[in-house]
């Protein structure tokens, strides 16, 4: 099945920098990667998501990549500001069946980021 | 809009003892899905379900059970429960569509202790 793993578990950047967070995934048939956010005691968000046809995707300061024949994709936050304070989390999904469109959405451990003012 | 609204938000239940998680969603989504989530290991995937009717095993599925009877509700049962699952459980929907997947739509979870 699906593995997907994510670094850093931390990141700690000045206000304005910028913050990059990389996952790898097992399934060469995954082809569906959203990024999710995750305020404390809150629900994950959907921020950004690319599919395999798209080698790279970018909205205001949060963009991401995929490299498909390295099977990591990466989210790039830049201009960081204190409210970019979360728990971010990659996921990749497979088609299953193989002819249908939905599948399993496996998550990465997640990445604790801290912009600091 | 409700989205998808998850009953309890909190539970305290004892070593042994059965419950169902509530979980229902009212914008016609086909696609729902169960994930427990503790410290340091992210969200797992219990069950899912693609539609009325179906459902499917993710991760972690064992000593939870899961139908679909309808469209907008998809129940999670803690048979008997153990410490090891005490977690905050979220569930999610989506559209079906596109390659993949769609955006999943979380609820508020339910923060779970067992004694």
């Known amino acids: 099945g699906e593995n997907v793993e994510q670094h850093p578990s931390t990141l700690s950047v000045q206000e304005g920098d910028s913050a990059v967070i990389k996952c790898t995934y097992s399934d060469s048939a995954s082809n569906y990667f959203p990024w999710y956010k995750q305020e404390l005691g809150k629900r994950p968000q959907l921020i950004i998501d690319?599919?395999?046809?798209?080698g790279e995707k970018k909205d205001q300061r949060i963009a991401v990549t995929l490299n498909k024949t390295a099977k990591h994709f990466s989210l790039h936050i830049t201009e960081t500001q204190p409210e970019d304070s979360a728990v971010y989390f990659c996921a990749a999904s497979t088609q299953d069946p193989p002819s249908s469109n939905t599948g399993k959405l496996i998550f990465g451990q997640g990445t604790t980021l801290q912009v600091k003012p | 809009n409700a989205g998808v609204t998850q009953t309890p938000k909190f539970q305290v239940l004892k070593t042994g003892q059965s419950m169902t998680l509530q979980c229902a969603q009212d914008?016609?989504?086909?696609?729902m899905s169960w994930y427990r989530q503790d410290p340091g290991m992210g969200l797992r995937l219990i069950h899912y379900?693609?539609?009325?009717?179906?459902?499917d095993q993710g991760e972690v599925p064992n000593g939870y059970n899961v139908s679909r009877s309808t469209t907008e509700d998809f129940p999670l049962r803690l048979l008997s429960a153990a410490p090891s699952q005490t977690s905050v459980y979220f569930c999610?929907?989506?559209?079906?569509?596109?390659?993949?997947?769609?955006?999943?739509?979380f609820g508020d979870g339910t923060r779970l202790s067992i004694l």
């Open positions: 690319i599919r395999s046809n798209v």
């Open positions: 999610a929907s989506s559209s079906t569509g596109g390659v993949g997947g769609q955006p999943q739509h």
């Open positions: 379900s693609v539609g009325a009717g179906i459902t």
């Open positions: 914008m016609n989504h086909e696609y």
